[in-house]
């Protein structure tokens, strides 16, 4: 069973920076694509950013909500995925969530069902 643990959320004022982090272990096959996404209360789960993984990190995609303030990245070597967030709004507070697709085709990089292993999630909380 894949496991995902995230860890970098907190609390952060409005313009400053967090930087999240999903490391993988207890797979048998590498995710293909891994995401972020975000639920904040009482609105539905987003799509805020994803990377293919297995080529050199260039093949990602944001929402458009996050781009240009949020980046994507992955470090192979430690199984691991980043979201570095700049620029925080108080419209950022949510759970983010990290996501796995593994042996499952991906057509819709930031649609939820497209992923099949989840983390816990970790809450990020930006006060204005």
């Known amino acids: 069973q894949v496991q995902l643990v995230e860890s970098g959320g907190g609390s952060v004022q409005a313009g400053g920076s967090l930087r999240l982090s999903c490391t993988v272990s207890?797979?048998?096959?590498?995710?293909?694509?891994m995401a972020w996404f975000r639920q904040a209360p009482g609105k539905e789960r987003e799509g805020v950013a994803s990377i293919f993984t297995g080529g050199d990190g260039d093949f990602t995609h944001y929402s458009d909500l996050v781009k240009g303030r949020f980046t994507i990245s992955q470090d192979n070597a430690k199984n691991t995925v980043y979201l570095q967030m700049d620029s925080l709004t108080p419209e950022d507070t949510a759970m983010y969530y990290c996501?796995?697709?593994?042996?499952?085709?991906?057509?819709?990089?930031?649609?939820?069902?497209?992923?099949?292993?989840w983390g816990q999630g970790t809450q990020v909380t930006v006060s204005s």
């Open positions: 207890e797979y048998h096959y590498s995710p293909s694509y």
């Open positions: 996501a796995a697709a593994v042996l499952t085709y991906v057509d819709a990089y930031l649609d939820p069902s497209s992923y099949n292993h």
